[in-house]
C-alpha cells in the first residue's frame, strides 16, 4: 500500500493538529496503521497504531492524542492536542498487514512521507 501523510505545521504549546494518511490500494481495513515520529538527532518512535478492533498508545501521548480510520476513504489520522514542544518532530505513517506486535519500525512494510510538525513554547 502507498502512503501519503499530510496535515503537519506550526503551533503553538497547548494548541491542537490534525494529521492524515492517505492510503492508496486495496482491503485497506485489513491493514494495521500507525504513527511514528522522529526529532532530530533522535531515533523513530512510536506514537499510536489502530487495527479493524484496537487501538494503541504510546505513554507520551496517551491522553492527548487519538488515532482514528476511515474505512471508506482509506485515511488514518491522529488528532494531536494539548501539545507541547516536545512533540515537535517529523511524524511518519506506516502500515502493515495484519500484526500483532505494534510498536517497532520493523514491524511495518510500508511508510508515508513525513511531515513536519513544530511546537512552539
Given at each position: 500500500v502507498q502512503l501519503q501523510a499530510f496535515g503537519g505545521g506550526l503551533v503553538q504549546a497547548g494548541g491542537s493538529l490534525r494529521l492524515s494518511c492517505a492510503a492508496s490500494g486495496r482491503a485497506f481495513s485489513r491493514y494495521t496503521m500507525?504513527?511514528?515520529r522522529q526529532a532530530p538527532g533522535k531515533e523513530r518512535e512510536f506514537v499510536a497504531a489502530i487495527s479493524?478492533?484496537?487501538t494503541y498508545y504510546?505513554?507520551?501521548v496517551k491522553g492527548r492524542f487519538t488515532m482514528s480510520r476511515d474505512n471508506a476513504?482509506?485515511?488514518a489520522y491522529l488528532q494531536m492536542n494539548n501539545l507541547k514542544p516536545e512533540d515537535t518532530a517529523v511524524y511518519y505513517c506506516a502500515a502493515v498487514l495484519k500484526s500483532s506486535a505494534?510498536?517497532?519500525?520493523k514491524d511495518y512494510d510500508d511508510w508515508g512521507q513525513g511531515t513536519q510538525v513544530t511546537v512552539s513554547s
Open positions: 500507525a504513527w511514528f479493524w478492533s484496537w504510546a505513554d507520551s476513504t482509506n485515511t505494534v510498536t517497532r519500525t
